[in-house]
T-cell receptor, first 114, second 116 residues
Framework: EPEVTQTPSHQVTQMGQEVILRCVPI?????FYWYRQILGQKVEFLVS????????KSEIFDDQFSVERPDGSNFTLKIRSTKLEDSAMYFC????????????FGDGTRLSIL | AQKITQTQPGMFVQEKEAVTLDCTYD???????LFWYKQPSSGEMIFLIY??????QNATEGRYSLNFQKARKSTNLVISASQLGDSAMYFC?????????????FGSGTKLNVKP
């Protein structure tokens, strides 16, 4: 069964450094998302992306964050200048056309900011 | 107000017994979707089951079923014949509206422990 893949599985970065989290969505999906989950807390929406542009973003997704689909397969989340509070699990998700289809999540990237 | 409320932070169930995980939601939209995900200790999010707001039948998927009570705005997950591998966090989520790309709102989750 096709799946969403995320790399790396764990990223350790110094505060203030830029980090890029990578995702390969399911190939025929058109809708892409990033969520984050701070340890022990609920999953929070960051941003949705469709047709090469952002569809919606949350208040968490400030100017430090950006997303890109640089080619036909990858979908990236960039954090420009990381802060300690950016430490979390970041999930990429993708979704097919039909309304009743779930968002399929990758296994996540655990981001640790030192 | 919270969009998704899961009032049980932790639950225990004996192996082979059934367990119900509660979820209530808050929306004024007529069209919405309700989803349950399982998150094992390894961290991945695994889709389990879906219920549409217009579905008249309760959704079932193997050992998973939903007790969907629209008037009460609840969609409780029932796991029958619990297995040790069912021990995990369970998240209820909602997509409001009909737009395909609408975000999910997640609840705070229920940690299920299956005892041998």
């Amino acid at each position: 069964e096709p799946e969403v893949t995320q790399t790396p599985s764990h990223q350790v970065t110094q505060m203030g450094q830029e980090v890029i989290l990578r995702c390969v969505p399911i190939s025929n999906h058109l809708y892409f998302y990033w969520y984050r989950q701070i340890l022990g807390q609920k999953v929070e929406f960051l941003v949705s992306f469709y047709n090469n542009e952002i569809s919606e973003k949350s208040e968490i997704f400030d100017d430090q964050f950006s997303v890109e689909r640089p080619d036909g397969s990858n979908f990236t989340l960039k954090i420009r200048s990381t802060k300690l509070e950016d430490s979390a699990m970041y999930f990429c998700a993708s979704k097919g056309e039909q309304g009743n289809q779930p968002q399929h999540f990758g296994d996540g990237t655990r981001l640790s900011i030192l | 107000a919270q969009k998704i409320t899961q009032t049980q932070p932790g639950m225990f169930v004996q192996e082979k017994e059934a367990v119900t995980l509660d979820c209530t939601y808050d929306t004024s939209d007529q069209s919405y979707g309700l989803f349950w995900y399982k998150q094992p200790s390894s961290g991945e999010m695994i889709f389990l089951i879906y219920q549409g707001s217009y579905d008249e039948q309760n959704a079932t998927e193997g050992r998973y079923s939903l007790n969907f009570q629209k008037a009460r705005k609840s969609t409780n997950l029932v796991i029958s014949a619990s297995q040790l591998g069912d021990s995990a966090m369970y998240f209820c989520a909602m997509r409001e509206g009909e737009n395909n790309f609408n975000k999910f709102y997640f609840g705070s989750g229920t940690k299920l422990n299956v005892k041998p």
